[in-house]
């Protein structure tokens, strides 16, 4: 309602304005039951944003009204619907709400190693293989064969 008041407001302070500046036009209103002569353009716009204001927040209450209006109407439904939805839950058997198991995904099935020459022994047959490290690209020669960048020694078999 505020920020409709003022806009009203400095739309009339404008219509107002532009009135004054041309203040020094004058002209007759004919009308079936009489004559006004000379009135100026002042008049003429204070009057006209008279009557912007007054229909303004006439229009802004009745928009608010049927704002109000549609909410309560939508908050009789809600609540209409909330009454019918505790009804249909009380209807329901009373069995205990048990928490279904949780499945278990099938286990994977190990799939046969494919027959491969079997890995020479040395230090890297001792380290899993799940734990072997790539060699940066840029490691020096010595600790690409080593698998290991040169964090730490693997002691041979030997």
């Keep these: 309602m505020r920020n409709a008041l003022i806009l009203l407001v400095v739309v009339a302070l404008i219509i107002v304005a532009l009135g004054a500046a041309n203040s020094s036009i004058t002209f007759d209103f004919d009308l079936v039951f ?3 002569s000379a009135v100026s353009l002042l008049w003429v ?3 006209a944003a008279g009557v912007l204001v007054v229909v303004g ?3 802004v209450w009745l928009s608010r ?3 109000s209006r549609a909410r ?3 908050e009789a439904e809600l609540q209409t619907t909330y009454e019918r939805l505790r009804a249909a839950e009380a209807r329901l058997p009373e069995e205990p709400q048990e928490a279904p198991e949780p499945q278990k995904a099938p286990e994977p ?3 046969p190693e ?3 020459a079997p890995e ?3 230090p890297q047959a001792a380290a899993p293989a799940a734990e072997a490290e790539e060699p940066p690209a840029d490691a020096a020669p010595d600790e690409a064969q080593s698998g290991l960048a040169g964090t730490e020694e693997v002691p041979s078999a030997g």
């Design 34 to 36: 009489g004559t006004w």
């Design 114 to 116: 494919p027959q491969e």
């Design 45 to 47: 716009a204070v009057v």
């Design 109 to 111: 099935q190990e799939a």
């Design 57 to 59: 927040l006439v229009a």
């Design 65 to 67: 009204a049927d704002a």
């Design 72 to 74: 309560r109407k939508l």
């Design 120 to 122: 020479p022994a040395g």
